[in-house]
DNA sequence: GCGCTTTGTTCGATTTTCGGCGGAAGTTGG
DNA sequence: CCAACTTCCGCCGAAAATCGAACAAAGCGC
């Protein structure tokens, strides 16, 4: 029922996070007998998971052979759906980037389509890769707006008409596909990548609206309806004339978003549209333009600092479309989380920008496809089978 | 290494969880051989820690043997320490209640006087208990203010002078003590009482005072410096005249707290010292001191919108002295959190009064000692001992 | 009373794990 | 270059844990 510990799917786990690289780390890890170690490892190596390389480092006897996962037979997929684009990731057991390709498409077409176009591409992808399409063992697919995660359905996402309760997963066949909301595969895929260290992370997504995803304990908290994160529509004080498309006011995101951003920008007199305007007239030099992102910053700042109070996390990511001007987003958030937190939360607590940048989101989906079939259960599962 | 599964310590936690009650059941739940958990249970009842019952009911076979804790050979306590007093609870290890008490005392006193106190509670209780002293096996203590958990010492606490820093757990000899902040207890007893389905609970205390135990996963929630769940200091809008002892203006705390309250009542020609006169001029029907209440909880609400749609809890329990007059504060809370919240969060999120009330913390606190001698690791240790 | 069902124990068989031994494969020092 | 030493790893018998079949116990229904 429960899995062994030192099962070979615990043995595989301390493989795969690099903890153990040969098999007398394992024994020591484990605590297990080497015999039995050499049992496991050898099942795994049998199934295909595991792989010798040359042999490491001598320290004084015969050198350790190395073990690292068998990166060759299998394929996993990291989708990265937003409003217009669409990325896919293909990458191997051990978080590598096979190939990937990016496209606009409309998320506002629906399902099928946008599901068609994902699942072809998908097959470039791998006919790119050099791998057969049985290889494909699971596929992540991070959307812009909340989802049920046990079942893969999309909960009244309000900017992907069409959607609501469409079981995103039932549309591919022979191969297991997870759907999570897109800031919480990107807070994976950056705490996984940079941050693996931190028990407890925030990304914080600032784009068009603004979002967060949740590491605590290491792990995604979604929460109750799966709508944890949801923090573009804190209220923030002293701005109640803006309106927010949900229908209260003084959101976080009708202030602080790029969309906002930009409306302000064109009240100006300068003409934007989309965060991606908004980042270009900041590199351009635009001296209203870097006072209005570094403004946002304070407000979003405000909001973190509340949040560093109530969830005291270890590191602040900040990723998303305006991250691409990090230093004055940055900079407003620092100023007013350092200034409204307690010192106790903010003493070690780090906030950076995002070091997977326009990726993020593909790969934390791929991460999250490749950590299920990595899970101790499922190579159990399949060891035993 | 890592304890078994299906070992001896998760057999207890399964009995003591009350998912089984007899050998079958454990057997159904583990996957195990009805003969190895026969001697799983014969190994828990030759240590003291199962006992059997009388035989249930039959399903229209032989009557299976009921199977529950041991109540009698040990004994647990929690201690409720606060500004001004002292709740000590013995409970066996099933959590009920054997004997309690209550003084006024000083937490300013000092580490070791107060310590001292409880020392000497706990033989009193131990006495009227009929137990003898080495009976006692965990002690778990929640003091108002944060504490570096796996140390149990206290981190720069604001109201506890001379105890920044002390080791609390050393003072004891010859048995296990655990400190947590008292909102963190308050909230494990409260899931443990009367949520433990929910998942994700947060508790809010709201006395001299606001602070907020968090539950993730049905687990505490500590946050990376243990200062996790401190809203008391997180801003309000529209009151930046109220300075805080922190040192900041505008802090929950400071407009909505219990000594807010009391010093705005005394402004308004009511005198009130502390929340405990505001709950009683509420109590006599005074409609200043029960709009203030109202307000207090409008802004507390405001706080926990934010709350909600970062965490998105399923339950959110409040407790702490101004609870007495819950009515008129939950009006006030579920007032804004409804109305600021995002539809998804609030739909299945319920607003409660804490049904565990004045003993809260001290029946927390000992949960917690109990919990952590039910552990599987730990019970794993005494039976293989 | 007698068959049926479910529970719990006993005990030999099976599986899993351990740990010692010896060979493999390197380092170190003379 | 060789001998001594260290560490790694597979082999294999011993020990331990677990299983499962058989049987006894205990109630139900007819």
Redesign the interface.
Known sequence: ??????SAG?VLTLISAGSATTRSDLAR????ARSTISQRVDALIERGLVEETESGESTGGRPPRQLRLHTEDHAFAGVDLGATHCRVALMDISGNVLAECEDSLLIGEGPEKVLAHVDERLDQLLGRAGRPRKALRAVGIGVPG?VEFATGRP??PPIMPGWNDYPIPDYFEGVEVLVDNDVNVMALGEHRGAFSG???LLFVKVGTGIG?G?M??G?L???????????G??????HEDAGCR?G?SACLEAVAGGAAIARRLTELGLPAESGADVVALVQAGNTQALRLVREAGRLIG??L???V??????VIVIGGALSRVHEHLLAGIRETVY??S?P??T???SITPSRTGINAAALGAGILAIEHYLSPDNINRIVNA
Chains 1, 2 share one sequence.
């Open positions: 029922m429960t899995p062994q510990p030192g615990d890890l484990t605590g297990l909340p909960n009244n931190a028990k407890h967060c949740i605590a304990e792990k908290h979604r929460g109750a309806q799966g709508s944890a994160g949801d923090i529509h804190i209220r923030v004080s002293g949900c209260n405000e909001v600092a509340s949040l109070n109530f969830f005291n996390p270890e200034r409204r307690l106790l939360a003493h070690h607590l």
